[in-house]
């Protein structure tokens, strides 16, 4: 299984971004997509998770960002709005499979200049 992320770059505060995270391989069933990130110095955070249709999110991007599932086509967005510099980090897609199984897309930096 691999997952392959693109999307980030770097935006201005205020400004929008979509990250988007494609998962190829023996995939039959995904319990789960989630977006992570990982600032300079700081232990990798989750920012939102996808689930049975149900989605949660950290508490800093609640109303700012939206993450997309689409189990049919193995892929999992991440749409970013109203972006602060506290956003910059580089950011990670994650599945997990049945048995508690997760696998990591390469990351993808965000960057949010002030």
């Known amino acids: 299984v691999q997952l392959q992320a693109s999307g980030g770059g770097l935006v201005q505060a205020g400004g929008s971004l979509r990250l988007f995270c494609a998962a190829s391989?023996?995939?039959?069933?995904?319990?789960?997509m989630a977006w992570y990130r990982q600032a300079p110095g700081k232990q990798r955070e989750l920012v939102a998770v996808s689930s049975s249709g149900s989605a949660n999110y950290a508490e800093s991007v609640k109303g700012r960002f939206t993450i997309i599932a689409d189990n049919a086509k193995n892929t999992v967005s991440l749409q970013m709005n109203s972006l602060k510099p506290d956003d910059t980090a580089v950011y990670y897609c994650k599945i997990t499979l049945p048995w508690g199984m997760n696998y990591w897309g390469q990351g993808t930096q965000v960057t949010v200049s002030s």
């Open positions: 391989g023996r995939i039959t069933v995904i319990n789960a």
